[in-house]
């Protein structure tokens, strides 16, 4: 017995002598922590200085000083991590090198010489100067003058015993818009307006014998670049049918609308359900003669054109599959494909310089009618041409809805002009805006 108890306190006589020395710091310092994390009181915060990369001394290691314990690392990591370093810092650099490219030439491919020199001549000597270029002060070679000031001003432009009525479209780009144009006529209403052939709004093209009134206008931009200019005409006859539309949508028994009434109206036309219900039946064959006459600000194509109108196009196709809740629509039919070639073929190729005139003309029955004219110069040498023609009406019906119902339009600021111009027309008394268009 006595000889196993000796062997025994031999075998713990090292674990003993073990337990009896004082403890190692690194377990004090997990003593510590533990005591600090289960005391809340005790606890306390300090931030730990910003250690370097771990590449920059891959032969020191890292550790904990107070414990004595450090690692080496190995070398073959450090490269490593060297390398990913530097390769992040040149991606970066190279992105933000591309990016700075990119930006400045999209500044330089839209800053507008015109503008500079105009602002130029304006600022010179401190004074502020009316149509100081040429492009404000010629339209299709007439000179350009502003009568009166303020919200009771004319912009006319006079030259060879002629005067055009104009109206500013915010660009200097193109900066004028006729109040008034005149468009071929077709076949059933020939010499059935007042307006004779070889009219002064449009001289010597004997075919522009029907006269058209501005209803609105706005600039057509894509992010922040400005496409063109673009507004909507009505053919002056109609105007007292489109009155009646837009004032009996609003009250069926009124012959004009009063102030509450008209800002009813124009909350429905900007509407998206609502504007697409009204311009429905304003476009409804038989029905009105409306043309949108587009105006590049800077040089373009009829690609370019024509890609913007088809896009319009497809929105609202796909507007009316949505609505229609998975039943087929009228766009699925063949013939509407077929349709949609034609109109494309009409942009088959050419430039649009800056300053040009596309037509886009819907008669009664919903035809769709393309013309283009130069930039005119008032030599009357400068004729209009016809593209082409698409006889099918949900073509223009889609491209005129396209700018004016539903939501997310072509452009917001067109929409607003066209609405403030029904607005303005439904606050007149029936048939009066026929033989005063201001």
Same mark, same amino acid.
């Given at each position: 017995?006595?000889?196993?108890?000796?062997?025994? !306190?031999?075998?713990?006589?090292?674990?003993?002598?073990?337990?009896?020395?004082?403890?190692?710091?690194?377990?004090?310092?997990?003593?510590?922590?533990?005591?600090?994390?289960?005391?809340?009181?005790?606890?306390?915060?300090?931030?730990?200085?910003?250690?370097?990369?771990?590449?920059?001394?891959?032969?020191?290691?890292?550790?904990?000083?107070?414990?004595?314990?450090?690692?080496?690392?190995?070398?073959?990591?450090?490269?490593?991590?060297?390398?990913?370093?530097?390769?992040?810092? !040149?991606?970066? #650099?190279?992105?933000?090198?591309?990016?700075? !490219? #990119?930006?400045?030439?999209?500044?330089?491919?839209?800053?507008?010489?015109?503008?500079?020199?105009?602002?130029?001549?304006?600022?010179?000597?401190?004074?502020?100067?009316?149509?100081?270029?040429?492009?404000?002060?010629?339209?299709?070679?007439?000179?350009?003058?502003?009568?009166?000031?303020?919200?009771?001003?004319?912009?006319?432009?006079?030259?060879?015993?002629?005067?055009?009525?104009?109206?500013?479209?915010?660009?200097?780009?193109?900066?004028?818009?006729?109040?008034?144009?005149?468009?071929?006529?077709?076949?059933?209403?020939?010499? #059935?307006?007042?307006?004779?052939?070889?009219?002064? #709004?449009?001289?010597?093209?004997?075919?522009?014998?029907?006269?058209?009134?501005?209803?609105?206008?706005?600039?057509?931009?894509?992010?922040?670049?400005? $496409?063109? $200019?673009?507004?909507?005409?009505?053919?002056?006859?109609?105007?007292?049918?489109?009155?009646?539309?837009?004032?009996?949508?609003?009250?069926?028994?009124?012959?004009?609308?009063?102030?509450?009434?008209?800002?009813?109206?124009?909350?429905?036309?900007?509407?998206?359900?609502?504007?697409?219900?009204?311009?429905?039946?304003?476009?409804?064959?038989?029905?009105?003669?409306?043309?949108?006459? $587009?105006?590049?600000?800077?040089?373009?194509?009829?690609?370019?054109?024509?890609?913007?109108?088809?896009?319009?196009?497809?929105?609202?196709?796909?507007?009316?599959?949505?609505?229609?809740?998975?039943?087929?629509?009228?766009?699925?039919?063949?013939?509407?494909?077929?349709?949609?070639?034609?109109?494309?073929?009409?942009?088959?190729?050419?430039?649009?310089?800056?300053?040009?005139?596309?037509? !886009?003309?819907?008669?009664?029955?919903?035809?769709?009618?393309?013309?283009?004219?130069?930039?005119?110069?008032?030599?009357?040498?400068?004729?209009?041409?016809?593209?082409?023609? $698409?006889?099918?009406?949900?073509?223009?019906?889609?491209?005129?809805?396209?700018?004016?119902?539903?939501?997310?339009?072509?452009?917001?600021?067109?929409?607003?002009?066209?609405?403030?111009?029904?607005?303005?027309?439904?606050?007149?008394?029936?048939?009066?805006?026929?033989?005063?268009?201001?």
């Amino acid at each position: 017995m006595a000889a196993s108890t000796r062997s025994t !306190m031999r075998i713990l006589s090292p674990r003993l002598q073990c337990l009896r020395q004082p403890p190692s710091p690194a377990i004090q310092q997990v003593r510590c922590l533990s005591a600090r994390y289960s005391n809340p009181s005790k606890r306390g915060f300090s931030a730990a200085p910003a250690r370097p990369p771990t590449f920059l001394d891959a032969s020191t290691g890292y550790g904990d000083e107070a414990s004595g314990v450090r690692i080496l690392r190995d070398p073959r990591v450090a490269e490593e991590e060297r390398r990913q370093y530097h390769f992040r810092r !040149m991606r970066y #650099a190279g992105m933000g090198l591309l990016t700075s !490219m #990119a930006a400045l030439g999209v500044i330089i491919s839209n800053i507008n010489l015109d503008d500079l020199e105009q602002s130029a001549k304006q600022k010179k000597g401190g004074l502020q100067m009316e149509a100081s270029d040429e492009s404000n002060a010629k339209f299709q070679g007439k000179e350009v003058h502003v009568i009166g000031a303020g919200d009771g001003k004319r912009i006319v432009a006079q030259g060879a015993g002629e005067e055009v009525e104009l109206v500013e479209t915010g660009t200097s780009s193109v900066p004028h818009f006729p109040k008034t144009i005149f468009l071929p006529t077709d076949p059933e209403s020939k010499g #059935a307006s007042g307006a004779g052939p070889n009219a002064p #709004a449009n001289p010597g093209n004997i075919e522009n014998q029907e006269e058209y009134t501005l209803v609105g206008l706005g600039i057509r931009t894509v992010m922040w670049i400005q $496409v063109y $200019v673009v507004g909507l005409y009505i053919r002056t006859k109609d105007i007292t049918s489109l009155q009646s539309k837009l004032i009996h949508h609003v009250n069926p028994t009124a012959s004009t609308l009063v102030p509450n009434e008209k800002e009813d109206l124009r909350k429905k036309l900007l509407d998206p359900a609502e504007s697409r219900e009204i311009w429905s039946k304003l476009l409804e064959v038989p029905g009105i003669k409306t043309a949108w006459r $587009v105006s590049p600000t800077r040089n373009t194509d009829f690609g370019h054109l024509r890609d913007g109108f088809v896009t319009g196009i497809n929105k609202r196709t796909q507007e009316a599959r949505q609505l229609s809740q998975g039943k087929d629509t009228e766009y699925e039919a063949e013939d509407f494909g077929q349709s949609i070639r034609a109109f494309k073929g009409i942009f088959s190729g050419g430039k649009a310089p800056k300053g040009s005139i596309l037509i !886009m003309h819907r008669d009664r029955k919903g035809v769709l009618d393309v013309l283009y004219q130069p930039k005119p110069d008032g030599s009357g040498r400068q004729e209009m041409e016809r593209l082409g023609s $698409v006889p099918d009406e949900r073509i223009s019906r889609l491209i005129w809805l396209g700018y004016l119902a539903g939501d997310k339009v072509s452009s917001d600021a067109t929409r607003k002009g066209v609405v403030n111009g029904c607005v303005g027309f439904a606050g007149r008394p029936v048939g009066s805006a026929e033989t005063m268009i201001s």
